[in-house]
């Protein structure tokens, strides 16, 4: 069973870098089937992709995908070594306040491009609040 | 971006009622890629639905989807006590993937 779990920072200074890992169990992030995603949720408020990004050795090319209203602060990365993924958000804000959750990308992987998935399932979520 | 307008925003049914919720999409979601999710507060969403219609493993069958094009609908046949809760939508056609705001379930 596979099950995701984030970790990193609760507090972050405004103008400072937020980095979050997902650490995941029952299943390799190089695997072909899946992608890796990163969706917040700021408190009371409704959810939002932040991106996913697919294993550069997978059949489908591998890449990363942002959300273009977040792109030009964020970055995604893997570590097969101890199978987690990352979410690095730059030059935050108070804005950036929310729960951040990694899921698993289920659904059509395309070579080269997004492909459609769903998410499935989610880790717990980790609150980052953005605070001097 | 394809925005995903769901209602009613919130819906008050008393347990054993049906339930019927909606999610408009502002431009046709392609091959019905739309998923569905349920949230109880402090938890993560859950995966109900996928493909419109398809019911994710270990959802029961009270849960079900319909819908095309622009229109989707979420039905809970007869409301249990654990199924109170909020529900979005989600639609995975093209970048960016959207999130409908939500619609709240509460007990009447």
């Known amino acids: 069973q596979v099950q995701l779990q984030e970790s990193g920072p609760g507090l972050v200074k405004p103008s400072e870098t937020l980095s979050l890992t997902c650490s995941v169990s029952?299943?390799?992030?190089?695997?072909?089937?899946?992608?890796w995603g990163w969706i917040r949720q700021p408190p009371g408020k409704g959810l939002e992709w932040i991106g996913c990004?697919?294993?550069?050795?997978?059949?489908?090319?591998?890449?990363?995908y942002y959300n273009p209203s977040l792109k030009s602060r964020v970055t995604m990365s893997v570590d097969t070594s101890k199978n987690q993924f990352s979410l690095r958000l730059d030059s935050v804000t108070a804005a950036d306040t929310a729960v951040y959750f990694c899921?698993?990308?289920?659904?059509?992987?395309?070579?080269?491009?997004?492909?459609?998935?769903?998410?499935?399932?989610w880790g717990q979520g980790n609150l980052v609040t953005v605070s001097s | 971006e394809i925005v995903l307008t769901q209602s009613p925003g919130t819906l008050s049914l008393s347990p054993g009622e049906r339930a019927t919720l909606s999610c408009r999409a502002s431009q046709s979601v392609t091959s019905n890629y739309l998923a569905w999710y349920q949230q109880k507060p402090g938890q993560a969403p859950r995966l109900l639905i996928f493909?419109?219609?398809s019911r994710a493993t270990g959802i029961p069958d009270r849960f079900s989807g319909s819908g095309s094009g622009t229109d989707f609908t979420l039905t809970i046949s007869r409301l249990e006590p654990e199924d109170f809760a909020v529900y979005y939508c989600?639609?995975?056609?093209?970048?960016?993937?959207?999130f409908g705001q939500g619609t709240k379930l509460e007990i009447k």
């Open positions: 990004i697919i294993y550069t050795g997978s059949t489908y090319s591998g890449g990363t």
């Open positions: 899921a698993r990308g289920s659904g059509q992987l395309v070579p080269a491009a997004i492909g459609h998935t769903w998410f499935d399932p």
């Open positions: 989600q639609q995975y056609a093209g970048s960016p993937y959207t």
């Open positions: 493909g419109a219609s």
């Open positions: 029952g299943d390799s992030i190089t695997s072909n089937s899946y992608s």
